[in-house]
């Protein structure tokens, strides 16, 4: 089985181009839900750049599957955490500048802040996962520090099934190297982690050309997407986004037979 989060960050992020009240991502939320999204995911940054306050805790409310609030280790944050109970905190690296997250969360930076952040969360019901880049050291240090959950960041796979030589000209560094063997650092990610009973997510950067090899990753038992989905849904609107996204995943989990 194979789930799919969709990040409504972006919708929000369009909302506080002019901070006014929409488009709403509790809205987007709801038709995301429609579509067949298994879970909805928010982000609620430090700085306020997109998801607010008053959109996680409307969503607390309306959301039907699982809420997953992606979240720095901090302590304003974690007590908004405690507050609102998502069924899932997902751990990630936040850094002002950045345009989005980027790399995974360094688990060998401060390991005791983030095991009491995770016990606090686990004791007040919530999962807990960390968002890590594919290596085996961090999915072990995972274990060591309580979490239910890795989420393998997907990002450098994308990088490389993207960027062909042919989009050298929109300004991006062209990339010849296969995916293939970022693929395999996935794969064997996932399969460490699963031997040491953690649950296995993946995502960013995920779109509708290169989901499938994450897909078929069978220990992957949910992918977290939000920037592709919402583009498309500008154009053929949320919850048809949802369903092709939706079926292009079950489809390739399918091919690859579990
Ligand atoms: N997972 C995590 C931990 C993220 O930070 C993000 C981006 O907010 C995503 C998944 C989704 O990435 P994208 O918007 O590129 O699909």
Redesign the pocket.
């Known amino acids: 089985m194979i789930e799919l989060s969709v990040?409504i960050?972006?919708v929000a992020t369009v909302r506080q181009a002019r901070r006014i009240a929409e488009p709403d991502p509790v809205a987007a939320a709801a038709l995301a839900e429609l579509g067949g999204a298994d879970g909805i995911?928010v982000?609620l940054r430090e700085d306020r750049r997109h998801a607010q306050d008053r959109d996680v805790h409307l969503l607390r409310e309306t959301v039907h599957g699982e809420l997953n609030l992606?979240m720095a280790c901090a302590e304003p944050i974690i007590r908004i955490a405690l507050a609102v109970r998502p069924d899932l905190a997902?751990l990630?690296p936040e850094r002002r500048e950045e345009i989005?997250?980027e790399g995974g969360l360094d688990l060998r930076q401060r390991p005791a802040a983030i095991a009491r952040a995770v016990a606090r969360l686990r004791r007040a019901g919530i999962k807990v996962s960390f968002?890590i880049d594919p290596e085996e050291g961090q999915v072990e240090l995972a274990k060591k520090l309580g979490a239910d959950f890795v989420?393998l960041?997907t990002?450098e796979y994308?990088r490389l099934a993207d960027c062909r030589p042919r989009i050298a000209d929109r300004g991006l560094k062209p990339e010849t190297r296969s995916p293939e063997p970022e693929v395999e650092r996935l794969a064997a990610a996932a399969a460490a982690a699963a031997a040491l009973g953690l649950g296995v997510h993946a995502?960013?950067?995920?779109?509708y050309r290169n989901v499938g090899p994450i897909a078929r990753i069978p220990q992957v038992s949910g992918l977290?997407?939000?920037?592709?989905?919402v583009g498309r849904a500008i154009f053929v609107g949320m919850q048809e986004a949802v369903r092709e996204m939706k079926r292009l995943i079950v489809e390739a989990r399918r091919s690859q037979g579990s």
């Open positions: 990040n960050d972006h995911t982000h992606e997902t990630v989005t997250t968002f989420e960041h990002g994308c995502g960013h950067g995920l779109n977290y997407i939000g920037h592709s989905i």
